[in-house]
């Protein structure tokens, strides 16, 4: 089992291609982030909106939120020639990247503090391809990683974080320090050759095999069987079955309280990454100091502690990973508060962001991890969707009132405390579920311990006749 293997096996088997392609997909769901997130931040706030306008702005991230409404289209349904050639989750991945190069394209001709609502409207289409291509590429990670290989989830979920935030970080970091010299609009140029770049990834990674379909046909039948009819049988497994499937396996009254858990980790890591790169610039960063340290820096630290804090849950576990992690991201926004009342110290900048980075990307990897493992084989772009839109939502939803909040406190410390605060429910709500979180993992390993075992010997019997 995990626990057994030595620091050495641990960082051997990071050597898996599968890893690789995991990390392309990463770079994918990451990129969208910075063209409608940090770069529209900092565009809108160059041409003189206000903070209240920046946090409104954001509210286009609210379709991540929803996107498990859609999620089942992308678990069933097979996109005509793209599905043939590609795959249904490259084939929905590669949709998704058309969609978005068409509309920074068109985000890159137009003054958004002149064509507002025209810029929101584009920013709004990038957000929804962004929030189905994320289900899929969610779903391919999955897929590529069965329950019966217990030991790589955290490393596929280290290797999506890093992705991730190669695709958010260094082409933030390439925008901003080129925006005072090419303009934003020429920025977005570049940007949109970056998407056609990511295309050409979706077209070299290998479609991940599985028994989904399998599954699916499967559900049908039973569900046809109670309806007596195929094709409204074909509905409500789409649309129902994914849903029914994880409050059956958990119960409602846990499944419930494992929803609420999701919604409330992050939400104190939004508010404060929504109001950054507002805080960065009224404290005097230039945009230059901004890329350097916020995006390039701030990178390559994302990179190094993502990987620590995947080795650590490879060995130690997920729940405690999950709890150190949740403690240090909660106590890490208290440096913001000390760079508002000590002013534009680079010193103390370089050192918020390696401890900030620190802190988020050791919680993302138990995060992700978690999340990963009360997904079911069937229906896995749909429950992890379910689940990471509830992730989200303080991400998009609620935190669109934090330049409101700002406003109103007048206090950038203030603000800082209290997302610190924020993330305390959910790490009360954390160790009240320790023990359920503890078994669950341990009824993963055992099931997955006996899929190997049927699969060796079924393979011991083929050989045999």
Aim: with cysteine; net charge positive.
């Amino acid at each position: 089992m995990t626990e057994k293997m030595s620091w050495r096996e641990t960082i051997r088997s990071y050597l898996d291609k599968r890893l690789m392609w995991v990390f392309m997909m990463g770079c994918s769901s990451g990129f969208p982030w910075v063209l409608i997130g940090s770069n529209m931040s900092g565009w809108l706030k160059d041409a003189g909106l206000t903070r209240a306008a920046i946090g409104y702005f954001g509210s286009v991230f609210a379709v991540y939120a929803i996107n498990f409404m859609w999620a089942p289209l992308v678990d069933r349904v097979k996109l005509p020639l793209l599905h043939r050639f590609l795959g249904q989750r490259r084939s929905w991945i590669l949709l998704c990247q058309a969609v978005i190069l068409g509309c920074t394209l068109g985000i890159a001709g137009v003054d958004p503090a002149k064509n507002l609502m025209f810029t929101s409207m584009l920013a709004l289409c990038i957000a929804i391809a962004s929030a189905t291509k994320d289900v899929a590429i969610d779903a391919y990670r999955i897929d590529t990683f069965p329950k019966s290989e217990p030991s790589k989830l955290p490393q596929a979920s280290a290797m999506a974080v890093i992705g991730w935030w190669t695709g958010y970080s260094l082409p933030g970091y390439l925008a901003f320090v080129n925006a005072d010299t090419i303009g934003w609009n020429g920025v977005y140029m570049g940007m949109a050759a970056l998407v056609g770049v990511l295309m050409l990834f979706t077209l070299l990674v290998g479609e991940p095999k599985t028994d989904r379909s399998a599954l699916q046909a499967e559900a049908e039948q039973r569900h046809a069987k109670v309806v007596g009819s195929r094709l409204v049988a074909w509905f409500s497994v789409t649309l129902i079955e994914p849903f029914a499937d994880f409050f059956r396996r958990n119960g409602v009254r846990v499944a419930m309280t494992l929803l609420l858990f999701v919604f409330l980790f992050k939400i104190g890591e939004a508010f404060l990454g929504r109001m950054s790169i507002p805080f960065y610039k009224e404290i005097g960063f230039s945009n230059e100091q901004i890329g350097h340290y916020s995006k390039l820096i701030g990178w390559g630290a994302t990179i190094v502690f993502t990987l620590v804090g995947s080795m650590f849950n490879v060995k130690f576990g997920i729940v405690r990973g999950l709890m150190i992690g949740g403690i240090a991201m909660s106590a890490s926004n208290l440096m913001f508060a000390w760079i508002a009342k000590a002013g534009p110290s680079e010193t103390l900048f370089l050192a918020t962001i390696i401890v900030d980075n620190f802190t988020t990307a050791f919680s993302t990897v138990a995060f992700v991890s978690f999340l990963t493992i009360l997904t079911g084989q069937a229906f896995s772009a749909t429950q992890y969707a379910l689940l990471a839109s509830l992730g989200n939502f303080g991400r998009t939803t609620l935190a669109s009132f934090s330049g409101e909040l700002v406003d109103y406190l007048n206090d950038w410390s203030l603000f800082f405390i209290l997302t610190a605060l924020m993330v305390v429910p959910s790490l009360i709500m954390l160790y009240s579920l320790r023990h359920y979180f503890t078994a669950l993992l341990a009824k993963a390993k055992e099931r997955d311990s006996k899929v190997k075992k049927s699969d060796d010997d079924l393979e011991t019997d083929t050989q045999s006749a």
